[in-house]
């Protein structure tokens, strides 16, 4: 069964920091970009940063560039990202999605391009 699962989510103070964790199994992710997504209550899902096959190229939403960071182990099917200097706008449900491409860049593609999710986890970021 193909799945991808979050993990790191939680409650954090706002300039704090979380490292949310996008584990595959199932499949290998060699031939997957993988994108973060995030949704807030009453709000759409928006991609926030991508991640091509190899990790050649990566590209983020301009609120979260510069405090974000995405990077992949292939060796452990796992796809990371770094969150820093947290808001409480960063309040969202966060997901992974995988998408079968080799492309050399990285495109922020909506929700309906991707092939597979996970679940999602909370990110709270709140004094």
């Known amino acids: 069964q193909l799945q991808l699962v979050e993990s790191g989510g939680g409650l954090v103070q706002p300039g704090g920091s979380l490292r949310l964790s996008c584990a595959a199994s199932?499949?290998?992710?060699?031939?997957?970009?993988i994108g973060w997504f995030r949704q807030a209550p009453g709000k759409g899902r928006e991609v926030v940063s991508c991640?091509?096959?190899?990790?050649?190229?990566?590209n983020y939403a301009d609120s979260v560039k510069g405090r974000f960071t995405i990077s992949r182990d292939n060796a452990k099917n796992t796809v990371y990202l770094q969150m820093n200097s947290l808001k409480p706008e960063d309040t969202a449900v966060y997901y992974c999605?995988?998408?079968?491409?080799?492309?050399?860049?990285?495109?922020?593609?909506?929700?309906?391009?991707?092939?597979?999710w996970g679940q999602g986890t909370q990110v709270t970021v709140s004094s």
């Open positions: 999605a995988a998408r079968r491409t080799v492309q050399a860049l990285c495109f922020m593609l909506p929700r309906a391009s991707w092939d597979y």
């Open positions: 199932g499949f290998t992710l060699d031939y997957y970009a």
């Open positions: 991640i091509t096959s190899v990790g050649s190229s990566t």
